[in-house]
């Protein structure tokens, strides 16, 4: 492995890391660990390059980042069970962020649209990581039933299922994203 | 259209991120992370070598070549100036080395390894014999192919050992799931490890080897610790809690919540939503509460206490200004409130929300706390008296995020 960046390798990572990273940041709700999770994903993308650069890098990048990211919020939510007020985790949904958390547009009232993204934003965080992956491979990633089970290692039955279960639970706690949220299920 | 309206929106919400460029440094860890690895294999080779030359003379020597720890290469360096300023309500704001610094800082030998390697395999304790381990010093999970949970022991010895479990993810009342190791799961003399899982807690005694189940009846078990002077355990769910009596192998309802640790801090509860200060008594039960300033309004982890009365917990800063510091650990002595401290931890774009997890107390003063982030994760020590920062244990080849956590105990 050459010490120099690998100018393809380079290329194929200034092509697709925004997306990349929205995508993390979209599971985890973390800008800065979105970043670490896709840094995690590029090294082990750059340890495979010569077998995988003819193959499907997108592929590779997405089945690892999805599954860091699912992994990653499952320990992270660990250190934070019990320890609102009461010293209980809330049991029903409270849309406020923890201290430091990016809300995007948050200071900007001029469009109802930057109120309905950021109710998305904080009611993904009250979804499971899985339906999250699920809902971002589907709708964000625009990957097929079959593409989004095979990425994330379950069924396509687990992903319909998924799908249903949280477009539910996201309607329960953002009821003004009702509009976006029914309708036709995407292919 | 669901999928449009609904992708339109995910569009926007992530839209404010701002650019990277990491093709750059992801090549640049993928080519020292192989020169690592082939570094370790020329260490086994050598090390093989080694024992078969060594074996006509050597016979007694019981500890592998690839089980033991290898030491960090960084050189230590001395101690810098601490920086430190006050909060407004008299807390005393100590500056964290930046993340970039942390391999540089002088290195502390403690009962700790300079490298806790997660993705080192283990000996399996059936081959060690009986009596082989009398107590440990740290533990992590190392999750299999199915996705169950293998406990890896560090033993006193610098051994790492599989105990021989297999675990499950916790999961919450919304099915929310997460890895089975607690912050406090060791006792603090290291003679034993406790798991929570759906409907129980599975001890593991270090002396005898012997795994026991203790049903506690909850599917929604989230957490486990060991309360003061290791009398029992405290098991809690989002909406219980429970009293575990190892001796007795039964577990009891608490009216109220409970924490395993003698004190407590939590982010609100006090006049104007202030901190408080919360005891608990061995069998985790709440003795008293008092008022706590101090400049935060979230308290991210369990908070730690040793026997001289002092505590400390991650926090979120509840004014964290133009420099985006935002997270610390904030310790203080129980009866003596204005000798609480504030370790701040900036440099936000190489941390992660979370970043910095207390472990537990080295000594009377001396705080370990595990720094996760950018440029990798170390267990670094806090002395609370002087303000500096120690490096303690490279923790390497875990996962982003936090899936390199550790769980260790009391020297």
């Not at chain 2, 016979?59 to 601490?82: G, L, M, N």
């Not at chain 2, 806790?116 to 059936?126: G, N, S």
Request: charged share 20%.
């Amino acid at each position: 492995m050459r010490a120099e960046t690998d100018a393809e390798f380079a290329e194929y990572v200034r092509a697709r890391q925004q997306q990349f990273l929205r995508a993390a940041y979209l599971v985890c709700g973390d800008a800065h660990l979105a970043e670490d999770l896709l840094q995690q994903a590029l090294v082990k993308l750059a340890l495979r390059w010569d077998k995988i650069r003819g193959e499907h890098p997108d592929a590779f990048v997405r089945r690892v980042l999805f599954r860091d990211a699912i992994s990653a919020w499952r320990r992270t939510r660990r250190e934070h069970v019990g320890l609102d007020e009461t010293g209980y985790a809330a049991g029903s949904p409270q849309l406020t962020p923890l201290p430091g958390a990016v809300v995007p547009g948050a200071d900007d009232r001029v469009e109802d649209r930057v109120g309905d993204r950021i109710d998305l934003v904080r009611a993904l965080m009250h979804l499971t990581a899985k339906q999250r992956a699920v809902l971002v491979l589907r709708y964000f990633e625009d990957r097929s039933e079959a593409e989004t089970a095979d990425l994330l290692g379950v069924s396509v039955g687990t992903v319909k299922s998924q799908t249903s279960a949280a477009l539910a639970r996201l309607r329960t706690i953002a009821p003004n994203l009702e509009p976006s949220l029914s309708g036709r299920e995407p292919s | 259209m669901t999928g449009i309206r609904l992708g339109q929106l995910m569009e926007e919400a992530s839209q404010h991120l701002p650019d990277v460029d990491l093709a750059d440094a992801a090549w640049a860890a993928a080519v020292e992370q192989r020169a690592r690895h082939r570094r370790a294999v020329l260490r086994g080779v050598a090390g093989v070598a080694a024992a078969a030359l060594a074996v006509g003379v050597l016979v007694t020597r019981d500890q592998p070549e690839a089980d033991r720890v290898t030491p960090a290469p960084a050189p230590a360096t001395s101690p810098s100036p601490v920086a430190t300023d006050r909060a407004t309500d008299g807390t005393l704001l100590v500056q964290a080395p930046q993340a970039a610094d942390e391999a540089r800082l002088p290195l502390l030998a403690t009962h700790l390894p300079a490298e806790i390697a997660l993705d080192r395999a283990p000996t399996p304790l059936a081959q060690l014999g009986q009596g082989a381990l009398t107590r440990i010093n740290a533990a992590y999970l190392r999750q299999d192919a199915g996705g169950s949970y293998r406990p890896v022991l560090l033993a006193q010895d610098g051994r790492l050992v599989d105990p021989g479990l297999s675990l499950r993810d916790t999961t919450d009342a919304e099915g929310n799931a997460a890895a089975p190791l607690d912050r406090a799961a060791i006792a603090q003399d290291g003679s034993a490890i406790a798991f929570a899982q759906p409907g129980e807690v599975v001890l593991f005694e270090i002396p005898g080897a012997a795994a026991r189940r203790i049903a506690v009846p909850d599917p929604t078990l989230q957490r486990v610790g060991w309360t003061a002077g290791d009398s029992g355990l405290v098991a809690r769910s989002d909406t219980q809690s429970w009293f575990v009596d190892v001796g007795t192998g039964t577990a009891t309802r608490l009216s109220g919540r409970a924490a395993p640790s003698h004190y407590e801090i939590v982010a609100g509860g006090g006049p104007g939503g202030s901190p408080r200060l919360l005891t608990w008594d061995a069998f985790g039960r709440g003795t008293g509460q008092e008022v706590l300033p101090a400049p935060l309004d979230g308290v991210y982890t369990n908070t730690i206490s040793n026997i001289v009365g002092w505590a400390a917990a991650g926090v979120y800063l509840n004014d964290p200004g133009s420099t985006r510091e935002y997270q610390g650990i904030l310790a203080v002595q129980a009866d003596k409130p204005s000798s609480r401290r504030l370790l701040v931890f900036g440099d936000a774009t190489a941390r992660t929300k979370g970043c910095c997890v207390p472990l537990g107390w080295l000594s009377g003063h001396q705080l370990l706390f595990q720094s996760s982030g950018s440029q990798g994760s170390w267990v670094l020590v806090w002395d609370i008296t002087s303000g500096q920062v120690s490096r303690v244990s490279r923790v390497a080849g875990g996962a982003p995020g936090g899936a390199n956590a550790v769980a260790v105990s009391f020297p």
